[in-house]
Structures are given as C-alpha cells and as structure tokens.
Antibody, heavy 119, light 110 residues
Framework: QLQLQESGPGLVKPSETLSLTCTVS??????????WVWIRQPPGKGLEWIGS???????HYNSSLKSRVTISTDMAKNQFSLELSSVTAADTAVYYC???????????WGQGTLVTVSS | AIQLTQSPSSLAASVGDRLTITCRAS??????LAWYQQKPGKAPKLLIS???SLESGVPSRFSGSGFGTDFTLTVSSLQPEDFATYYC????????????FGGGTRVEIK
C-alpha cells in the first residue's frame, strides 16, 4: 500500500514562504487512479483541504488560499510539493499529504508535520 | 463551496453504547461522502467511502448511510479504541468543485 512522508521546515517566519515536500513510496505519483492532496489542521481545529494535483500537472486549490498556493510534482523523485506564500500565524498547522483515490476520498495519509509561523 | 455540518460537535458515551453522528450538506452530493476517524496526534484514517462502503480492515460495527444532503455514521457498540474525533468529507464533482470537511465530532468517554 502507498506510503507518504512529509518533509520541510517546522518553523517559518511571517511573510515568508512555507515549502513542504511529500515523498510517495510503494506506488507511483504518475498513477492515473490518484490525485495528490495537501490538507492542514490548525492546532485544536478541524481539517482544511488546501489543494490537489493530478499526474498530468493539473492542480486545483481551495479558493480561500488560491492566491498564495502552488502545488507541483517531481515525477523523477516521486514527490509532490506545497508552497504557501506570505504566511501569517493563521497558517500555523499540522500539514498532511495524502492520496486522493479517484479524486474523491483520501485513503492513504502521511503522518503530518507541524509548521509554526513565528518570528 | 458546499458546507458540511456535523452534529453533535462533541458527545460523551460509554463502552457498548450505540453511536450516531450526522453530517448535513448544504446542497445535494449524491453519495459522494467519506468518513474519517482521527486519534490525538495521528493522521485521519478513512473508515467509509461513497457514503456506505466500509474500507478494508475497518470493523463491521462501523456503518454509514445516506444520500443527497443527510448522512449518518453509526457505531453499533462503542469499543475503547473508538473514542476519537470523526470527520465527514464531500467530493461531489471533484475537481470541478472544491473538497470540504465537516467540523468534526469529538467522542469522549463518559
């Protein structure tokens, strides 16, 4: 079964860009069965879909974050990445990457990584 | 975006109790709904897809039902490992429409 692992800085300064990478193993991000998704969860709060990307490179974003988000893939490394610009304290959250089967439900998840926005 | 409203937002229950959580969509989503279980410090775990399809390895005491705007997650007899937070998520017409999650239902031990 698919395994996903997030990596990236745990601390980002306000106004800077948050960058995370998700490495996929035991499966290929070039699979036509999956979209690849980023989801976040502020401390003590619920889940928020950030955006997703298909192997073709077609990406879709949460309209509330769209102006600041970019999701991309690196087929050679079997990875996909998240960039969130102009971060504020409100972007402090656990960030999860996951596989979105058929563009619907997230069946495999990374363990999550806490990103804190603070100077 | 389609809004999902879960109720209750939290509850206290005992081992052996029957648990019912509801998820209401702001517009019809056919059966494009999933349920997840999340324990503290862990990633969510997919329990049910397409409103009522139990994922492999999920105990049969979990079940889902509903269509359109009203959905239910039921646990027939709560076990100690079921105390967690549960979320619904809709995916109607993705990627033409955005994905959204319900606000969550926290289930605590009475």
């Amino acid at each position: 079964q698919l395994q996903l692992q997030e990596s990236g800085p745990g601390l980002v300064k306000p106004s800077e860009t948050l960058s995370l990478t998700c490495t996929v193993s035991d499966g290929s991000i070039s699979s036509s069965n999956y979209f690849w998704v980023w989801i976040r969860q502020p401390p003590g709060k619920g889940l928020e879909w950030i955006g997703s990307i298909y192997y073709s490179g077609s990406a879709h974003y949460n309209s509330s974050l769209k102006s600041r988000v970019t999701i991309s893939t690196d087929m050679a490394k079997n990875q996909f990445s998240l960039e969130l610009s102009s971060v504020t304290a409100a972007d402090t959250a656990v960030y999860y990457c996951a596989s979105l089967y058929g563009g619907g439900y997230a069946d495999f998840w990374g363990q999550g990584t806490l990103v804190t926005v603070s100077s | 975006a389609i809004q999902l409203t879960q109720s209750p937002s939290s509850l206290a229950a005992s081992v052996g109790d029957r648990l019912t959580i509801t998820c209401r969509a702001s517009q019809g989503i056919n059966s494009a709904l999933a349920w997840y279980q999340q324990k503290p410090g862990k990633a969510p775990k997919l329990l049910i897809s397409d409103a009522s399809s139990l994922e492999s390895g999920v105990p049969s005491r979990f079940s889902g039902s509903g269509f359109g705007t009203d959905f239910t997650l039921t646990v027939s007899s709560l076990q100690p490992e079921d105390f967690a937070t549960y979320y619904c998520q809709q995916f109607i017409s993705y990627p033409q429409r955005e994905l959204t999650f319900g606000g969550g239902t926290r289930v605590e031990i009475k």
